[in-house]
């Protein structure tokens, strides 16, 4: 009897242990890891600065504010950037990789690229841009998740990191003009704009390529 009260007394001070074990096994925290969560936390003032922006070049888009603002976006968008080459190639080089990257790594270049879009001025980026790569973030990120619950690993191929690099300089290139050269003329903005329907041609492309990819991933036994 003594024993069996002495295991239940000691059962609430194991608990805890054994959810620390599962939760350090969901996301380990490796470097690659915590720079994808420094990536995360970085979008708040990111947004909060383009919000901002947007604002003060609503009414007017040549104020001296509006062009600071968004060179401080500009920074802060290289920046999560930077730490996204930075915590893939740390996790390659010292081989890192873990389903919580393979998931939270994509989404958050998806929550930095669609926020951008979502933020930026309808006369810069067409709504159909923002609804046509919106639509394949989302489904790719739902395929990914799917897979990776299923214990296959789903991560970036050639195509997305591609699609991503073309994105981010497409958008890099996008808040360049809107701090210094909206307004100096339509060949800015139509040069601009060329190039944002680029990046949306590669994301349908890359997106096409994960629905391949995918339908060859699945599973015998789970096919119809």
């Known amino acids: 009897m003594a024993a069996i009260e002495k295991e239940t007394e000691a059962a609430p001070d194991s608990a805890p242990q054994d959810l620390k074990k599962d939760i350090t096994g969901l996301l380990p925290m490796t470097l690659p890891n915590k720079i994808t969560i420094f990536r995360f936390a970085l979008s708040i003032p990111y947004f909060a600065v383009l919000v901002a922006a947007m604002e003060f070049g609503w009414w007017q888009p040549s104020s001296p504010t509006a062009t600071i603002l968004y060179d401080v976006a500009i920074v802060l968008f290289l920046v999560a950037l930077v730490s996204d080459v930075l915590d893939g190639y740390i996790a390659r080089k010292r081989s890192l990789s873990s389903g919580f990257g393979r998931v939270a790594d994509p989404a958050a ?33 739902g395929i990914r998740g799917f897979f990776e619950s299923l214990g296959i690993a789903f991560g970036a191929d050639w195509w997305g990191k591609r699609k991503m690099a073309i994105q981010s300089v497409a958008l890099g ?52």
């Open 109 to 141: 270049d998806k929550i930095l690229i669609c926020g951008t879009l979502i933020l930026m001025p309808a006369d810069v980026v067409h709504p159909a841009m923002t609804l046509l790569i919106l639509t394949r973030e989302i489904a790719v990120q």
């Open 173 to 224: 290139a996008a808040l360049v003009y809107l701090a210094h050269f909206r307004g100096a003329g339509a060949g800015y903005l139509w040069f601009i704009r060329g190039v944002l329907w680029f990046a949306v041609l590669a994301t349908v492309v890359s997106g096409v390529q994960y629905f391949r990819r995918a339908a060859a991933a699945i599973p015998e036994e789970k096919r119809p």
